[in-house]
């Protein structure tokens, strides 16, 4: 699902006919969620989180898709294959592991690297 369509779900799932009322109840201002909108911007994990919740579809798999749409060939070979493998509780503990801020970021990508590939093997 793409960002147009998450918005457009999000607005028809909660009424609210406006981007500025959708930016507002994930807490982002309007011009930001138009950005998104047009594909000139991408926002947070956590933003998308709250907007995937507000429209009704599934975290795990939104930012999934986010990851692989940014991710290059081999890295959306691996986003692919997770959608695939993981089932969504353990999709939504390796994003929690992604989107939780780490004191050492080199220690905190290792530490995710090996949960995925405990998860997978």
Same mark, same amino acid.
């Given at each position: 699902?793409? !960002? $147009? %369509?998450?918005? %457009?779900? &999000?607005?028809?799932? @909660?009424?609210?006919?406006?981007? !500025?009322?959708?930016?507002?109840?994930? =807490?982002?201002? $309007?011009?930001?969620?138009?950005?998104?909108?047009?594909?000139?911007?991408?926002?947070?994990?956590? !933003?998308? +989180? /709250?907007?995937a919740?507000?429209?009704? *579809?599934?975290?795990?798999?939104?930012?999934? %898709?986010?990851?692989m749409? /940014?991710?290059?060939? %081999?890295?959306q070979? +691996?986003w &692919?294959?997770?959608?695939?493998?993981?089932? /969504? @509780?353990?999709?939504?503990?390796?994003?929690?592991?992604? *989107?939780?801020?780490?004191n050492q &970021?080199h220690? =905190? !990508?290792? $530490?995710?690297f /090996? *949960?995925?590939?405990?998860?997978?093997?």
């Amino acid at each position: 699902m793409d !960002t $147009q %369509e998450l918005i %457009e779900l &999000a607005k028809k799932r @909660t009424g609210i006919k406006s981007l !500025t009322g959708i930016a507002e109840a994930i =807490g982002i201002n $309007q011009s930001s969620l138009s950005l998104l909108k047009s594909g000139k911007s991408e926002l947070s994990d956590e !933003t998308y +989180i /709250k907007l995937a919740k507000l429209a009704g *579809v599934d975290p795990a798999e939104v930012i999934i %898709e986010k990851h692989m749409r /940014k991710a290059g060939p %081999e890295g959306q070979k +691996i986003w &692919a294959h997770l959608a695939k493998a993981l089932p /969504k @509780t353990a999709a939504l503990f390796v994003i929690a592991l992604i *989107v939780t801020p780490t004191n050492q &970021a080199h220690a =905190g !990508t290792f $530490q995710i690297f /090996k *949960v995925i590939k405990y998860l997978l093997c």
